[in-house]
């Protein structure tokens, strides 16, 4: 991974998922499509975002595949506004 000179990682990548017309979740959660991460040996992930007691939950789902059963990552999930701008921003490693 990079880094931005003030000793952070930078991501290898971004992925974007606009959600439009949502006024209230629904019961289950809103899944993203699919997507692959070739750095991750190229499992096929999603993101989620569902209803929990007053929450929001936002989260990064790894579907099924062949690999190996747990991953060393690092990610980041930001709420953006109507304009790009960030309202919450919180970030995972697994190790």
């Known amino acids: 991974m990079a880094d931005n ?6 991501a290898p990548f971004t ?11 629904s019961p289950s959660p809103i899944l993203s499509p699919l997507f ?10 999603r993101l989620g ?7 929001i939950q ?3 789902q790894r579907q099924d595949d062949s ?6 990552h690092c990610s980041e999930i ?4 109507t304009d790009g701008c960030p309202l919450i921003t919180d970030s ?3 190790i």
């Open 36 to 45: 692959i991460i070739d750095v991750y040996r190229k499992p096929h992930w």
């Open 15 to 25: 992925y974007i998922w606009e959600i439009e017309n949502c006024p209230a979740l």
């Open 58 to 60: 936002c989260f990064v």
């Open 92 to 94: 995972a490693r697994v």
């Open 78 to 81: 930001s709420l953006l506004d």
């Open 5 to 10: 000179n003030d000793g952070n990682s930078l």
């Open 49 to 55: 975002i569902a209803e929990s007691h007053y929450h």
């Open 67 to 72: 690999g190996t059963a747990r991953i060393h």
